[in-house]
């Protein structure tokens, strides 16, 4: 029976890959708009155009999405998103479905792949960690994305979350950001990414449903930002604990 399971899961697994690279083939050419569009406008613009990417791919994939929290926005700010990080879908979808257009900061080396770098681009903040002054840069690039009006969405735990832990050790910098900028961070916890394609084993995919839970704002005021990135981290982690398992059992 394992052996069966392990089958469908990886042919499955081609299958998404197929639907995600063929209809990027389809919505390719609306990207190329952003060549000419100025920010913010460029920015929510790709949204809009991702989320339909995205909507269809999930659709064709077998995999459903829903958000809960949206309200949390209302008459918000623009703010530091922050998002726990345990599969290669979340990246994809979680910029497209967030309810406000947002950048995110990514890996030099994701703009590498082909196409789907270049699209990515255009809604990133492109950093190469290895490099300070290309780090120093991404950070006053970030900077400027929220002086555009825009939220900055950033992966705290800074690559996929491999272990049984709720969450990986955080990362400074979106927390620094927050304090430095003195705008709210909004905590978003992905739920179910981790079963629906997992880091380990390699091309296995099950479809299910991806569960985005929006948090209320925490406000940098009073924090530093050691104190800040403990504050989200624990509400985040006890968040994750309580509700992923409701959705499995």
Not at 27 to 54: A, E, G, N, V
């Amino acid at each position: 029976m394992k052996i069966v399971k392990n089958i469908i899961a990886r042919t499955l697994a081609f299958w998404a890959l197929f639907v995600f690279a063929s209809t990027m083939m389809i919505f390719l050419w609306f990207y190329l708009f952003c060549f000419f569009i100025p920010d913010p406008f460029k920015t929510r613009y790709h949204r809009r155009i991702s989320q339909m990417w995205m909507g269809l791919f999930l659709f064709l994939s077998g995999c459903s999405f829903s958000v809960k929290g949206k309200e949390v926005f209302d008459g918000l700010e623009n703010a530091v998103v922050v998002c726990n990080h345990n599969s290669l879908i979340d990246i994809p979808v979680s910029t497209p479905f967030l309810p406000r257009a947002n950048k995110t900061i990514a890996k030099k080396s994701f703009v590498y792949v082909p196409l789907f770098g270049w699209i990515y681009q255009f809604a990133t903040v492109i950093v190469d960690r290895k490099d300070h002054n290309s780090r120093k840069k991404s950070y006053d690039n970030m900077i400027k994305v929220l002086d555009n009006g825009l939220d900055m969405l950033i992966y705290p735990e800074g690559t996929r979350n491999r272990t049984t832990a709720p969450l990986k050790s955080f990362y400074d910098g979106a927390f620094k950001l927050a304090v430095d900028a003195q705008k709210p961070i909004v905590p978003v916890v992905l739920l179910n990414t981790k079963r629906i394609l997992p880091a380990k084993p390699a091309m296995y995919f099950t479809p299910g449903k991806i569960y985005m839970h929006i948090l209320p704002a925490i406000y940098p005021k009073g924090h530093t930002k050691d104190s800040l990135k403990q504050t989200v981290f624990e509400v985040m982690s006890a968040y994750y604990l309580e509700n992923n398992d409701q959705i499995n059992n």
